[in-house]
């Protein structure tokens, strides 16, 4: 809820309250009576909501803080009772000796202060009431004031601590890539080999990508590929032609996924599997994008050795983490090791949550 009034400074949400608690108690009174009593009903009202407004800052900013309590129930009924007693008297007498010498035509008859003091039984049922509803009232509006400012508070911290989770989960692209593609392009440097300046260009792409164009919560499918298709060549600098690579890609929509998801997949296929694989290594990359949701999947060999490492590698449960704080329940991800094969399936819904 984010309600403009929450936003006032505080000495005019607290003028605006008053000054609406008095208007509707003068349209009540008024409603009943002639347009000649107005003058004498606004005073009178001005009277009561003054006392009723001192019982009511007592009570938020001293009656109910952690300070006066600890003084014991009994103490602090006493103090409190005595202080409704005392400005509910006060709210009497000043009605009569301040209020209706205002607004009445004299003579008329006023008791004494004493009287006032004294006269138990008319305050306790007259005014007391009338201070204690005026501070139940205040009291009840700075009760949802509180709740909606803190509420505001647990969601924009919320929201801060789940955008420092995305972007540190995020900015985990593999130190070891870069370090690998480096020494790998500084030995074509050495070769001259027409790769170089490629293969310059592929890695700066990806870095100008990773760094400053996936700042966004979500990024096109189709520049999550060309990042793939970067990546992918760059990495077969290292393996040569021993590594076949497979990548089938079909775009019915343009869906909005995650920035570098699929490239974290990606990482995970290359280190456990071609990575580990002195042989023949083979990866498939499937991509499906249609208007329900977009499938990622990846198969790599794999040998038997690293296939629990893999399934409780950090990469992959980084990628979960980043899932269920940005889709919830709305996604899948499966990982299956069968044959030879290391494969994960990640599903990923087009109708996405957000709190607001």
């Known amino acids: 809820m984010d309600l403009h009034i929450f936003k006032l400074p505080r000495v005019v949400k607290h003028l605006l309250f008053w000054f609406v608690f008095i208007a509707v108690g003068v349209f009540s009174d008024f409603s009943n009576l002639n347009e000649d009593c107005f003058i004498e009903i606004v005073v009178y009202h ?16 001293y009656f109910l803080t952690e300070r006066f309590l600890k003084k014991g129930y009994i103490v602090s009924s006493i103090v409190f009772l005595f202080s409704v007693y005392l400005l509910a008297a006060l709210s009497r007498l000043s009605t009569v000796h301040l209020a209706e010498p205002l607004v009445r035509k004299p003579p008329f008859i006023q008791e004494s202060p004493f009287e006032i003091l004294t006269d138990l039984r008319y305050i306790a049922f007259k005014y007391g009431p009338s201070v204690l509803t005026a501070t139940f009232i205040f009291y009840l509006a700075k009760f949802f004031s509180d709740y909606s400012k803190e509420r505001e508070k647990r969601l924009l911290l919320s929201k801060e601590k789940t955008e420092i989770e995305l972007k540190s989960l995020r900015s985990q692209l593999n130190p070891h890539f870069l370090f690998n593609t480096l020494n790998n392009i500084y030995s074509l440097s050495i070769d001259n080999s027409p790769k170089t300046s490629p293969a310059i260009g592929k890695l700066s792409d990806i870095l100008d990508y990773v760094l400053y164009r996936c700042n966004d919560d979500f990024v096109s499918v189709s520049n999550e590929m060309k990042l793939i298709d970067d990546y992918i060549e760059l990495e077969k600098l290292r393996y040569d032609e021993r590594l076949e690579i497979t990548v089938d890609t079909f775009i019915e929509i343009e869906n909005q996924v995650p920035p570098l998801i699929f490239l974290s997949l990606v990482e995970n296929a290359f280190k456990h599997g071609a990575g580990e694989d002195s042989g023949l290594p083979k990866i498939w990359i499937t991509l499906k994008s249609t208007i329900d949701q977009t499938t990622f999947s990846v198969v790599n060999t794999c040998l038997d050795v690293v296939v629990e490492e893999l399934k409780e590698s950090i990469g992959l449960t980084n990628i ?4 269920e704080l940005i889709y919830d329940k709305r996604y899948s991800m499966s990982i299956e090791k069968k044959g030879g094969l290391f494969s994960v399936n990640l599903i990923l819904k087009n109708e996405i949550t957000h709190e607001n």
């Not at 909501?49 to 009511?56: E, I, S, T």
């Not at 979960?320 to 899932?323: S, V």
């Open 46 to 61: 001005i009277n009561d909501a003054f006392f009723g407004a001192v019982l009511a800052y007592l009570m938020a900013y």
């Open 320 to 323: 979960k983490k980043q899932l």
